[in-house]
């Protein structure tokens, strides 16, 4: 693997040769909700002896229909957001939008997200990388991975150095994307840890019309050929019952079968790890 320079976010570490799992609900549906899920993955992270970080959004501003379910909001978002990093003890990643939420935000998640559509906002990102807190870019689908070099210098040049870049497909027609492999070892060849977004990148973006459709069947066998390529983290949407999510249910990993997933790519990981070491 290339060299990068890995740092913590709570009790995960990104960048040291360790894989972590990113892992929740799309959005904040209940407080609830939220919490059981948060429990659930982070006890199927520790089984598979995984770095784990939450991850769920109080706000998806870019769904596809405006009839569509966004969040609870803020405010309230981040009172659940709070109440898992107390309760459960682990650090937290939700997105921000606007340069207006990331004071407020970084008061809570340790990680802040730039979604993939935000990702040339420089305002945006100077403010994240000027919050104190860790913050992943997605690259966004209409990036090329060597152009994801210029978020990097952005960041850098405020001072940030605690830095994911994120891949989550890239735009292959209408209504679907693909994923270029390459990318993941050109991204991380900037000096900075890799995640993979395995459910984003089986979204058919729009498919449905009305909303955005998904290939979740895919997701195993995407996740396996991701960490081969020397990921420092997986990020995947799960949900327990994927058909009546209120975002992004197509392509969520339905709870059922996280654990086995994580299981395999904890060794695939290793393996991958260990013959770069000989």
């Excluded at 449905?208 to 949407?237: K, N, S, W």
Aim: hydrophobic share 45%.
């Amino acid at each position: 693997m290339s060299s990068v320079k890995a740092f913590s976010v709570g009790k995960a570490t990104f960048g040291d040769g360790r894989l972590t799992v990113i892992a929740g609900p799309c959005v904040i549906e209940t407080p609830e909700h939220t919490m059981m899920m948060a429990r659930e993955c982070q006890q199927r992270a520790q089984a598979a002896g995984l770095d784990f970080v939450f991850k769920s959004s109080f706000d998806k501003a870019n769904r596809s229909s405006i009839r569509s379910f966004r969040g609870l909001g803020m405010e309230p978002g981040l009172e659940t957001l709070q109440r898992i990093k107390e309760e459960l003890g682990v650090p937290v990643l939700t997105d921000v939008h606007d340069v207006s939420q990331v004071e407020p935000v970084a008061q809570v998640a340790d990680v802040l997200q730039i979604p993939a559509f935000l990702c040339r906002q420089t305002d945006l990102l100077v403010a994240a990388a000027k919050s104190g807190r860790a913050v992943n870019v997605k690259k966004g689908q209409f990036l090329a991975p060597q152009d994801a070099r210029n978020i990097v210098d952005k960041v850098r040049e405020v001072g940030c150095e605690k830095l994911l870049l994120t891949e989550r497909g890239a735009s292959f027609g209408y209504n679907n994307l693909v994923v270029d492999m390459r990318s993941l070892p050109i991204m991380r060849g900037f000096g900075v840890p890799v995640v993979f977004d395995v459910t984003h990148s089986l979204q058919l973006p729009g498919g449905l019309g009305h909303a955005t459709g998904g290939q979740a069947e895919y997701i195993e066998p995407l996740a396996r050929a991701g960490v081969a390529c020397g990921v420092d983290a997986v990020f995947m949407e799960v949900h327990d019952c994927p058909e009546k999510a209120l975002s992004d249910g197509p392509n969520a990993l339905p709870l059922a079968r996280l654990e086995a997933l994580l299981f395999m790519i904890r060794d695939i990981h290793e393996l991958v790890r260990n013959a770069t070491r000989d």
